[in-house]
């Protein structure tokens, strides 16, 4: 197909959605590792596909915890 890779495709409930995941060590805000260029694409791939929701899921990675952020329809 081209033009990127999607992480995730999933359904909730009727819906169908792609989430962009990043993971980071040692940052408590793993999702502002996700770049404008890299959430245009996500978008570009979204519409290709017909997906109407767009999430994010950013994984903060330490030494003895790690932190999950899941953000519905963040770009």
Known sequence: ???GEVD???VDGDQR???EVRATSYSLYP???IGDAKREQ???LAGRLG???IDAV???LF???YIVHWERRSF
Do not use: S, W, Y
């Open 17 to 19: 959605l792609i989430a």
């Open 51 to 53: 997906v109407g929701r």
């Open 58 to 60: 950013g994984i903060g």
């Open 8 to 10: 995730i495709v999933a």
């Open 63 to 65: 030494p003895e915890f």
């Open 42 to 44: 996500v978008r570009r």
């Open 31 to 33: 999702l502002d590792a």
């Open 1 to 3: 197909m081209g033009g």
